[in-house]
């Protein structure tokens, strides 16, 4: 199971940290990912990083203003945003593979969680 916290309402210009916790798997085995999806809209890549940690890649909408990381010792996930604008207002859901290698696609992510809800005023 993966479990957002973090997120609620902001002001633009803001930073954020979501968290997400694992529990039922083995954690550090999986590449994890941050994936967004605001009204209207599907779901998009913002972030993922390897099982150990040591690979990220990030999506457009937040790169330069996003760190994914992870804590394979207490089975969390993070991303740290700053800069935010009202357009990442979305709901942020976490993802998990599989496999230990990174991925943007969400069909690669066999596990999410229910997704939180930022929102960024102006």
């Known amino acids: 199971q993966l479990r957002e916290s973090g997120g609620g309402l902001v002001q633009s210009g803001d930073s954020l940290t979501l968290s997400c916790s694992a529990s039922?798997?083995?954690?550090?085995?999986?590449?994890m990912a941050w994936f967004r999806q605001a009204p209207g809209e599907g779901r998009k890549f913002v972030a993922t990083?390897?099982?150990?940690?040591?690979?990220?890649f990030y999506g457009y909408p937040l790169e330069g203003r996003a760190t994914i990381s992870r804590d394979n010792t207490q089975n969390i996930l993070y991303l740290h945003m700053s800069s935010l604008k009202p357009e990442d207002t979305a709901v942020y859901y976490c993802?998990?593979?599989?496999?230990?290698?990174?991925?943007?696609?969400?069909?690669?992510?066999?596990?999410w969680g229910r997704g939180i809800q930022v929102t960024v005023s102006s």
């Open positions: 990083i390897n099982h150990l940690g040591g690979t990220t």
């Open positions: 039922g798997r083995s954690f550090s085995d999986s590449a």
């Open positions: 993802a998990a593979r599989r496999e230990p290698t990174i991925g943007v696609r969400p069909d690669l992510y066999a596990y």
